[in-house]
């Protein structure tokens, strides 16, 4: 199966946890050798939990999220599908 980001996004938890199933990690890793955008949301997820596993606390920058969250939703708008349910379409 190929998997798009947006699919891979999804799986990215399970990735890491390492409870996918046989197929669908193949299929997650087949896409993240080609895939850019995706290999670095999963080093920034493995990172966050790294730094997130010992109880530290972190202070952000002033309007941190608001600009993270704007972040995504352009990069979710700009990055293509093949599934146009997951792309947010009125299908």
Known sequence: MVLNCRHVWDYISGYLD????????????????HCEICSAVLDSTRNILVLTADDRVFE????????LHARLAQVMIETPTDDPESAGGTG
């Open 60 to 67: 952000l920058p002033v309007g941190f999220s608001e600009r």
């Open 18 to 33: 390492n409870t996918l199933d046989a197929q669908i990690r193949a299929d997650v890793e087949k896409h993240l050798e």
